[in-house]
């Protein structure tokens, strides 16, 4: 009588030319830190979790653009002439005296910021945002070129400023420019004049290696997107925002964001510039399922049940969406198949469930940022690495014994068993990473493969029977 262990002296070692096991394209991953939420509990609580598990963090000021180009922070006003500035400018003319505003909070807290990631996650870049919802309305004045003594050049030199001041915390920008506000006269974002054009053009000019530019934009904003793609590293698409974009009426599903890259595509964009978005902001609202749960804990107790987190077609109710684990998964799938550049979220206060949630246990906590940093982690299976550690090597041909014709858990061609087929595709990719020792029998040629595979195939299922 036979054993299993006797199955490994049917192995033919076959020489072939394949390709080595390679990671998943990588997804830039960013998670929208509004300043509102931060505050010393959650800096040094959650937060610093989150940190690590991210690309970048992208602070929200509530920056914006004054007519004259200077960047201001909140209280927009008419025509945007309101608040406080972001820089002390004792001489305008003298970048070398210009100081960050610390009497505003919403530096101070971007400050906070990225000094904690900084200090939690040095990998981790922090990047600031100008624009945003009622804080887009100057982008349209920079219609005076880039030379110097222009707008453009005026607000370049202001964010070269700001990244300075950080001590090289700080390594890039994003620009907001969103339609809609509540002022009289609020522009809607067009760039017929290349005022958008201009100022990314004199941002880009005074980025040094390592720093980078990005802007997020609403779906159908062909013409501006044109205007600037060229001066960025990413494009960074509203993809949680458009109901408009899935026949359901769901505003963040996985339809609309096909919907919206493929229009962005047919008008010639390069898909490897531009990024999805997933919203948080749904998961705190209450569940009109039950009247009183939130959707979180709708797709908790859904994970508890079954083991899985609800799938994106089931994240809807009237056309109000949520993404949860498991949208995001189907995002970052479509995101890698796709060569797209970035996954990111708004906003990351809004997966802070590590109270409100503790009685339904841990899974929960920090679902949505876990769920992007797997996608980003996320490494393409190695056929025949049986148990799953990355690694094609002897522990695999052990698990492959005890899975033989039992399970299909040494499943190497996706055919549902453990067999003969599937050890043989583990010894192709031990032989192609140098891990085989010796060899059983002499290496045929290509050409034979064929019948090399029938012949494994057929001993090991005498094998089987005389065991």
């Excluded at 200090?119 to 945002?129: D, E, G, K, N, Q």
Aim: proline share 3%; with cysteine; hydrophobic share 35%.
């Amino acid at each position: 009588m036979h054993s299993k262990l006797d199955l490994r002296y049917c192995v033919v070692v076959v020489a072939l030319l394949i390709a080595s096991p390679t990671l998943a394209q990588d997804i830039h991953t960013a998670g929208y830190l509004p300043h509102w939420r931060v505050n010393g509990s959650y800096l040094n609580g959650s937060f610093t979790d989150q940190a690590q598990l991210l690309s970048e963090i992208t602070y929200f000021g509530e920056f914006r653009f004054r007519p004259d180009g200077t960047i201001a922070v909140g209280n927009n006003g008419a025509g945007g002439t309101g608040g406080s500035s972001v820089l002390n400018m004792p001489n305008v003319n003298d970048p070398g005296t210009w100081s960050l505003n610390l009497g505003d909070s919403r530096i101070s807290r971007m400050i906070d910021t990225y000094n904690k990631v900084a200090s939690v996650s040095p990998s981790t870049t922090t990047t600031f945002t100008i624009g945003g919802w009622e804080n887009s309305t100057n982008f349209h004045v920079f219609t005076d070129g880039t030379g110097s003594g222009s707008k453009a050049a005026f607000a370049a030199q202001q964010v070269r400023k700001i990244l300075d001041l950080s001590g090289g915390k700080l390594s890039g920008i994003d620009l907001d420019w969103e339609d809609g506000c509540s002022i009289a006269n609020c522009p809607i974002m067009q760039d017929n004049t290349g005022s958008y054009g201009n100022l990314t053009t004199a941002i880009r000019a005074v980025l040094g290696t390592g720093e980078f530019q990005t802007a997020f934009i609403q779906d159908f904003r062909y013409s501006s997107g044109n205007a600037i793609i060229a001066n960025l590293d990413a494009l960074r698409l509203a993809t949680y925002d458009a109901p408009h974009a899935d026949p359901t009426g769901n505003h963040t599903s996985l339809v609309a964001a096909q919907t919206i890259v493929n229009g962005w595509a047919n008008q010639g964009f390069d898909k490897s510039k531009l990024g999805i978005g997933v919203g948080f902001f749904a998961r705190p609202l209450v569940n009109p399922f039950s009247g009183s749960d939130t959707y979180a804990v709708r797709d908790v107790v859904h994970k508890n049940n079954t083991g899985q987190w609800l799938a994106d077609e089931a994240t809807t109710y009237q056309g109000w969406g949520f993404d949860g684990p498991g949208s995001i998964e189907d995002k970052a799938e479509f995101i890698r198949q796709d060569n797209l550049h970035t996954l990111f979220g708004w906003d990351l206060g809004q997966d802070n469930f590590s109270t409100q949630l503790d009685s339904l246990g841990r899974s929960h906590y920090l679902a949505l940022t876990q769920a992007l940093h797997d996608a980003a982690a996320f490494v393409e299976p190695i056929p025949g690495d049986f148990d799953g550690n990355g690694v094609v090597n002897g522990a695999d041909l052990t698990q492959w014994e005890s899975d033989y014709g039992v399970n299909g858990n040494s499943d190497a061609d996706s055919d549902g068993d453990s067999d003969g087929f599937d050890l043989l595709i583990w010894q192709q990719n031990l032989a192609s990473a140098g891990g085989l020792a010796t060899t059983v029998a002499s290496v045929p040629e290509p050409g034979s493969l064929a019948l090399v595979v029938l012949g494994l195939a057929n001993c090991c299922v005498g094998r089987r029977r005389l065991g």
